[in-house]
């Protein structure tokens, strides 16, 4: 067989035309959203006061396993995809390790980051439904630069509540954001009620993604013209990054490969439920076994340490119901570095899937992420985001599991995006710092005590 080459491309002919939707091959399908008035399933008439209308009928879809990329999609994907497979055979030999390591990189394009493969399909049927603009929220930022620019592609308005403390942190995202012609706003604000609220009851607070969720949805409800997007967590964001997925088993089909092992960090669960969504198909299907791994912080343990529930998607309580991992909607994450990873919840796809015992989850701690990070970019040259950093972390774990009993395992993992924004994080990883802190059981109560109340025969 050809050796494999460092980075294995695809013709734009062996690129995605469909999305993989892996909720049609999951026995235990994700349970439905609900009407936190009512308690009973969201029907498609009520989520289209806040959602688009084609990507509702996509977010209720448990049952078509493809769906075709609109062109319109598939062009704008032709700018920056396929994103590159790479073999890191430098850090294998760094490592010493028999294993074979692969990651699939999301970060070629402005934004950063993997977001922009859901925002431009979010965009577009946006467009196509004749509305006038998206409002959102963001907290490290990356998803709020990706719509931007998805919106200026197809002249929509974008406005973004962006979560203050991430400002603080990432100034010149919001600049990226403006340059596309976004209007950020400042999370927790004076232009909404639930803005408002949360100044008067924390003053001074640094906000949440929760929060700004909260705000940008009232935004979109009470502006005629606009509906609300949302960047992870929703089963039809998955669906959108299925492309990486599907990319990525394309790329190692062509040359014979079979990973052993499919890791990917998770905040709402969008990257890794993309990444892993085709292998799990195999799987469900009985064709094939994989073994999955979700990394998420220490700092924000939904997986780990959370609980299988309804609950609030957002702080202000206004969005729906999903039954997932999560800690409370309440809960307020330590500032990790790790923005992208604060939320409080995960995607119902995944929660089901975890429950079921098909995927596992551990946690790490932000030092030894970045620990990894600096030896990921020393021999692999890339600067890696703190979020990708924990699939970095785990990927390096796992190979160096295999020096020991000498298993040539096949790793590949995801690696979301770039960390030029997070030099601040950088910095204070320099400087010896970071501190690491993980919540006390006592912590998580308080959150998890706050679940709303809902009745266990749904
Ligand atoms: C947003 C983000 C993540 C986490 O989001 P998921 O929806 O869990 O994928 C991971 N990495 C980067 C670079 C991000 O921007």
Not at 3 to 15: A, D, G, N, T
Not at 96 to 123: D, M, R, V, W
Not at 167 to 193: C, H, I, N, W
Request: glycine share 10%; charged share 25%.
């Amino acid at each position: 067989m050809n050796k494999i080459p460092y980075k294995i491309y695809l013709e734009e002919s062996e690129m995605p035309k469909k999305w993989y939707n892996v909720r049609a091959d999951m026995k235990n399908k994700p349970a439905p959203l609900l009407n936190p008035g009512t308690l009973k399933p969201m029907t498609a008439e009520e989520l289209e006061g806040v959602f688009c209308k084609e990507l509702v009928e996509q977010e209720l879809d448990d049952k078509t396993p493809y769906i075709d990329i609109p062109r319109e999609i598939r062009d704008f994907y032709k700018m920056y995809r396929p994103s590159p497979l790479v073999r890191a055979y430098c850090l294998e030999e760094k490592l010493g390790t028999p294993a074979k390591i692969y990651y699939k990189f999301e970060g070629n394009n402005t934004s950063g980051s993997h977001k922009l493969n859901s925002a431009i399909a979010q965009a577009y049927y946006a467009k196509k439904q004749g509305l006038k603009g998206v409002t959102t929220e963001t907290g490290a930022g990356q998803w709020g630069t990706a719509l931007s620019m998805a919106c200026a592609y197809f002249g929509l308005d974008c406005r973004v509540y962006m979560v203050k403390c991430s400002y603080e942190q990432k100034p010149f995202r919001r600049e990226v954001m403006r340059t596309y012609g976004a209007d950020v706003t400042l999370s927790p604000s004076d232009t909404t009620e639930v803005g408002r609220k949360m100044l008067e009851k924390f003053p001074g607070t640094g906000g949440s993604l929760g929060c700004a969720i909260s705000e940008a949805v009232e935004a979109a409800v009470s502006n005629e013209g606009y509906r609300y997007v949302l960047g992870s967590v929703l089963s039809q964001v998955l669906l959108h990054q299925s492309v990486i997925g599907l990319e990525t088993k394309a790329a190692l089909d062509k040359y014979g490969v079979t990973p052993d092992i499919i890791i990917g960090c998770a905040g709402g669960g969008s990257n890794l439920g993309g990444l892993i969504s085709p292998f799990m198909g195999e799987k469900l299907r009985g064709e094939k076994d994989y073994r999955f791994i979700a990394v998420e912080p220490a700092s924000c343990p939904s997986l780990t340490r959370g609980v299988y529930a309804y609950d609030f998607c957002d702080t202000g309580m206004v969005c729906p119901l999903a039954k997932m991992y999560t800690l409370g909607s309440s809960f307020i994450p330590s500032p990790n570095h790790a923005g992208g990873l604060r939320y409080h919840g995960m995607s119902s796809v995944l929660s089901q899937l975890y429950d079921d015992g098909l995927m596992e989850a551990v946690s790490v701690e932000q030092t030894e992420v970045f620990k990894a990070a600096e030896q990921f970019a020393r021999v692999e040259g890339i600067l890696p985001a703190p979020e990708s950093s924990h699939a970095i972390k785990v990927a390096v774990d796992e190979a160096m599991k295999c020096k020991e009993t000498g298993e040539e395992k096949t790793i590949v993992f995801g690696l979301t995006g770039t960390g030029y924004f997070d030099m601040t994080a950088y910095e204070k990883f320099n400087n010896g710092e970071m501190t690491d802190y993980i919540p006390t059981d006592a912590d998580l109560k308080k959150g998890i005590d706050g679940l709303p109340k809902v009745p266990a025969n749904l």
